[in-house]
């Protein structure tokens, strides 16, 4: 067997060791979102915990706005490029 410039298995006559339809589910997880066999999107809802209050916030991951507990005005969540950083003491759970 050989490999081409991809770093896919080839054997003689050119045809694929590797299943297309049935990929791993480790070589799934490296490709980019819209690249997969099945495209889903990768952000999220999250319930947010309130280091001071206790009281659980629901927030999106990819919050573009700051993100204030409704009870006790703590910051719960600043906006990035991508996904929001959580503030240091919060807890969250995926919902």
């Known amino acids: ?8 298995r080839k054997t003689k006559g050119s045809v694929l060791a590797e299943d297309l339809l049935n990929p791993a589910p480790a070589a ?3 490709k980019h979102k819209l690249k997969t ?3 889903a999107p990768r952000s999220f809802f999250m319930d947010v915990k309130c280091p001071g209050c206790f009281n659980i916030t629901t927030v999106f991951s990819h919050a573009q706005t700051v993100v204030i507990c409704g009870s006790c005005a703590t910051v719960l969540c600043q906006p990035t490029g991508g996904k929001a950083r959580l503030t240091e003491g919060c807890s969250f759970r995926r919902k």
């Open 28 to 30: 799934e997880a490296r």
């Open 37 to 39: 066999l099945v495209p």
């Open 1 to 8: 067997m050989t490999a081409d410039f991809l770093g896919r």
